[in-house]
């Protein structure tokens, strides 16, 4: 009888593990839970070990798998811990003072023109999602807008050359022609030209912006100078 009942609880214990969901983080933390309802926005889920408890609810950004009790496993995101990190670490923490302050950023931007994702982070090329989640997609698209007028602006360049060459080879044939081409070719590069500079500082400064968003100390060092009731003081924060 012993053994039998032993036995049950080995067998439902054994169960009850594998009818258990489990959220795999993007920062690859696990939890164990079950899940309630998988929306377009967030997952709402209560945790396993309290299941009468109130109903947690976690954004779908942050959810890089579920693994269902059946054995299915529903990938919700493809983004890289190292994108994960550093969206979280942008984001305002509060000390236990009270005060709020930027937590350090392990990863550095910079704009690559000529890969996918035109990022790089700490000096390796992002992929497109990752970079999608780091900049916003408006941002994405605004910066390879950009990369569209870079490179109109090297074909303007490209064809004006041989429209200026036309416009003075028909110097001694038509004067009025060789005006008009001259002119037009003139007209396409110096036009054009300034763009082929200015567009990929405006990138860069993009990308650039995102890096100062945050510190690199949880708090700023400042020297502060005070006047109390009963005298004045000077205190060199950290």
């Known amino acids: 009888m012993r053994h039998f009942l032993l036995s049950t609880l080995f067998i439902l214990y054994f169960l009850s593990a594998f009818s258990q969901d489990t959220i795999v983080k993007v920062t690859s933390t696990q939890l164990i839970v079950k899940i309630i309802e998988v929306s377009s926005s967030d997952i709402k889920y209560k945790k396993w070990d309290y299941l009468d408890g109130p109903t947690f609810v976690i954004n ?31 984001t305002n923490k509060t000390n236990n003072d009270g005060n709020t302050y930027n937590p350090p950023v392990s990863a550095w931007l910079e704009y690559h023109p000529t890969a996918p994702s035109r990022l790089k982070i700490n000096g390796e090329v992002a992929s497109v999602e990752d970079a999608k989640f780091i900049l916003g997609e408006s941002t994405f698209s605004r910066i390879n807008r950009n990369i569209k007028g870079i490179n109109a602006s090297y074909a303007t360049c490209f064809f004006a050359v041989p429209v200026i060459a036309t416009g003075i080879i028909l110097t001694n044939k038509s004067l009025p022609a060789s005006i008009t081409c001259f002119t037009l070719g003139t007209v396409m590069f110096g036009v054009a030209l300034p763009w082929t500079f200015i567009l990929p500082r405006i990138n860069n400064a993009i990308v650039s912006s995102y890096n100062d968003i945050s510190s690199y100390n949880h708090k700023e060092t400042r020297l502060n100078f005070t006047i109390e009731p009963n005298g004045m003081g000077i205190a060199l924060r950290f």
């Open 60 to 90: 779908r950004s942050e959810i890089s798998k579920i693994k269902y009790a059946n054995g299915e496993t529903d990938i919700i995101s493809n983004l890289s811990n190292k994108a994960a990190i550093l969206r979280n670490l942008r």
